[in-house]
Each structure stands twice: as structure tokens, then as C-alpha cells.
């Protein structure tokens, strides 16, 4: 069972930076798709950012695209989301996802970090 604890949210002011990490207690190399994804009150949820199957490729939501980076230190099995230009509408719960061994599927979830804007 692999488990995901995502820290570093927080509150902060239209234009501030928070960076957010996702401890995994399982490998994260390419070959199961990561990604980020956020919930807020009357929303669904959207995926912010992944890393695909068996590439280095990185997606973005055209929403965060510019202001937010994805990265990953396989080396501790930690994922990274740097957010910055965070604006009012970036207030969610923020997630990291693990696909399982079905492709697209992501079935290993965090308990997820809150950002707020204050």
C-alpha cells in the first residue's frame, strides 16, 4: 500500500510563493504517472500538474501554467509543486496522486495540505 503525505500549505497574500511536498513511501520514477491536484468548495476537482508514464514530460492546467512548477527528488521520494503569482483563486485543498497499476487511474491518494488566502 502506498502511502502519500502532502505538507507546506498554508496561508498567503495575493502574489506570495508557497511550496508544496508530497513525502511517498513508494518509488516515484516514470513508471507510474504523479500528479497534483486541488478541490475547492463548489469546484471539481482539477488536476494541476502530472508527470506521465515512462517520460519526464510535464502537464500543466492552463490555469497554473507559468506560475506553478512540478518537480520530483527520486532520490527521497519527494514530489515538489512551487507556486507562485498565487492568486485568490488558487484557495484549495491540494492533493499528490499516485497512478496504480491501471493507466490513468489514480488510486493513491494523500490526505491533502490546504492553501488559503487571507
Known amino acids: 500500500h502506498v502511502q502519500l503525505v502532502e505538507s507546506g500549505g498554508g496561508s498567503v497574500q495575493a502574489g506570495g510563493t508557497l511550496r508544496l511536498s508530497c513525502a511517498v513511501s513508494?518509488?516515484?520514477?516514470?513508471?507510474?504517472?504523479i500528479g497534483w491536484f486541488r478541490e475547492s468548495p463548489g469546484k471539481e476537482r482539477e488536476g494541476v500538474a502530472a508527470?506521465?508514464?515512462?517520460?519526464?514530460?510535464?502537464t500543466y492546467a492552463d490555469s497554473v501554467k507559468g506560475r506553478f512548477t512540478f518537480s520530483r527528488d527520486v532520490t527521497k521520494n519527494i514530489l515538489y509543486l512551487q507556486m507562485n503569482s498565487l492568486k485568490s483563486e488558487d484557495t484549495a485543498l491540494y492533493y499528490c496522486?499516485?497512478?496504480?497499476?491501471?493507466?490513468?487511474?489514480?488510486?493513491?491518494w494523500g490526505q491533502g495540505t490546504q492553501v488559503t488566502f487571507s
Open positions: 513508494g518509488d516515484i520514477n516514470d513508471r507510474y504517472q
Open positions: 508527470i506521465g508514464r515512462r517520460t519526464s514530460t510535464t
Open positions: 496522486a499516485k497512478e496504480g497499476s491501471v493507466p490513468g487511474e489514480f488510486n493513491n
